[in-house]
């Protein structure tokens, strides 16, 4: 397969380098185009008010593009101004660090594979509940037998498949969990503290209620020691709401004046 990978830890980030390997030894074409820097949690924004730059790397035989942009922009730049046709495939991970529930709205992982969808490719998000992962050979090789066996031309228009991989090492995974996203939301806080000059920052941190997540959600099942794999889609549309603001319309009480 013709196959874009990307990521949001950045092109030396040890997750893309270990899914450009597999996927090359498994005699794929792979095209990286990734953030030049770290791009976590930057959802699905665009660089509109400054221009993008691109620069090779090619070292210890892997070789890619790093943009000097988001997620997105990799994904927008690689299939209008560097591939020479559309990709079959594109790849965002593997991440350090879990998305799974609310964090998929977060995600530059999640976020490139989503603009890889609506631009009609197949697309899939890869992370690990893991921050510091030191080997991820063997999640690689897993997802490269999966993009192998999985037929992409069931996946529906403007879905993703969105993966992620428990922090044991795989030996110990328990199994696969098709399952949905938690919607249980964080416990938002925020550390203060003060710099050299004792005027205050402050640095974002949270938690995950796991006393409210639903047992049989992502989540739940990563916690566990399973793989989760979760479609993805993006009609954000409330339809069941639709007929009320109908109503409401009609009623005559929202005339404009």
Not at 90 to 107: F, Q, R
Request: charged share 20%; net charge negative.
């Amino acid at each position: 397969m013709d196959i874009l990978l990307t990521n949001d830890d950045g092109i030396h980030a040890i997750g893309v380098k270990s899914l450009y390997s597999e996927l090359k030894n498994s005699g794929h074409n792979v095209f990286v185009v990734a953030p030049l820097t770290e791009q976590s949690a930057v959802g699905h924004s665009l660089t509109i008010f400054s221009p993008i730059t691109a620069r090779e790397i090619s070292e210890d035989g892997f070789s890619g593009i790093a943009l000097s942009g988001t997620p997105v922009d990799c994904i927008k730049w690689a299939m209008n101004s560097y591939l020479e046709k559309r990709p079959e495939l594109v790849v965002s991970g593997i991440n350090s660090g879990a998305n799974v529930g609310i964090d998929v709205l977060y995600s530059g992982t999640v976020s490139a594979a989503t603009e890889g969808a609506l631009a009609g490719i197949a697309s899939m998000a890869v992370s690990i509940d893991n921050f510091n992962p030191r080997d991820l050979g063997k999640q690689a090789g897993w997802v490269t037998r999966f993009i192998e066996e999985f037929s992409w031309s069931s996946l529906p228009e403007r879905n993703i498949l969105n993966i992620n991989f428990p922090a044991c090492k795989m030996e110990l995974i328990k199994g696969i969990k098709v399952c949905a996203q938690t919607n249980v939301v964080y416990n938002d806080y925020y550390h203060s503290r003060k710099d050299p000059r004792g005027r205050p920052y402050y640095w974002l941190g949270g938690d995950i209620p796991m006393d409210r997540v639903d047992p049989e959600t992502d989540r739940a099942f990563l916690s566990r020691g399973y793989i989760t794999l979760t479609p993805l889609r993006f009609e954000l549309t409330n339809l069941g709401l639709m007929s009320e603001l109908q109503g409401l319309v009609k009623s005559g009480n929202l005339k404009i004046k």
